[in-house]
């Protein structure tokens, strides 16, 4: 199975500062058909998840700009821009290009 | 997020069996694939089950295979997981998701199952 490994565990913010989270993948993530299927997910604290990011680095329809998507291969990273009371909870991401789907183990984002 | 509903979560002894259910609304259920994700309490997610739009293909994580089964009735809009001979560690939330081979774009509110004696 592939090991998506993120970091940090917890993540301390001052709101309007900006985040970052790091995934990084066993086994590169570049699909037989050439795309990276990369996911991010959001889960608020007593909340379903909710997907923001899907391959790499396409936005959700809804989600706010200031959240972004990059990477290749193994590599990954998610940003925040300027973190809002909003974004607290945590976060994963999950590869879709190998069986089993698996995600990462979360980051937990709060304000400093 | 388009509307799925879980059902049939409840307190279940160890060895045991337990069936939940998932009705879609607001969205062709019958041109969508389904995922069956669950999160142990203060733990993280673990995907566990993807049935294909029209249920012919069917994927599960190893530590459910020959327990679990997961089937859908088109006709009825809903997602079915059966859970057999259940195991102290299947205690989760169990969420119904609306995604595809690559991806969960959509989840409900879970349902709580707790396998405990």
């Known amino acids: 199975d592939v090991v998506m490994t993120q970091s940090p565990l917890s993540l301390p913010v001052t709101l309007g500062q900006p985040a970052s989270i790091s995934c990084r993948s066993s086994?590169?993530?570049?699909?037989?058909?050439?795309?990276?299927?990369l996911n991010w997910f959001q889960q608020r604290p007593g909340q379903s998840p909710r997907r923001l990011i899907y391959k790499v680095s396409s936005r959700d329809s809804g989600v706010p700009d200031r959240f972004s998507g990059s990477g290749s291969g193994t590599d990954f990273t998610l940003k925040i821009s300027r973190v809002e009371a909003e974004d607290v909870g945590v976060y994963y991401c999950m590869q879709g290009t190998h069986w089993p789907l698996t995600f990462g183990g979360g980051t937990k984002v709060e304000i400093k | 997020q388009v509307p799925l509903v879980e059902s049939g979560g409840s307190v279940v002894q160890p060895g045991g069996s337990l069936g939940l259910s998932c009705a879609a609304s607001s969205f062709t259920f019958i041109t969508n694939d389904m995922h069956w994700v669950r999160q142990a309490p203060g733990k993280g997610l673990e995907w566990v089950a993807f049935i294909r739009y029209d249920g012919n293909n069917k994927y599960y994580t190893d530590s459910v295979k020959g327990r679990f089964t997961i089937s859908r009735d088109n006709s009825k809009n809903t997602l079915h997981l059966q859970m057999n001979s259940l195991r102290p560690d299947d205690t989760a939330v169990y969420y119904c998701?609306?995604?595809?081979?690559?991806?969960?774009?959509?989840w409900g509110q879970g349902t709580l199952v707790t396998v405990s004696s």
């Open positions: 086994q590169s993530l570049v699909s037989s058909d050439g795309n990276t299927y």
């Open positions: 998701a609306k995604g595809s081979t690559t991806t969960i774009d959509s």
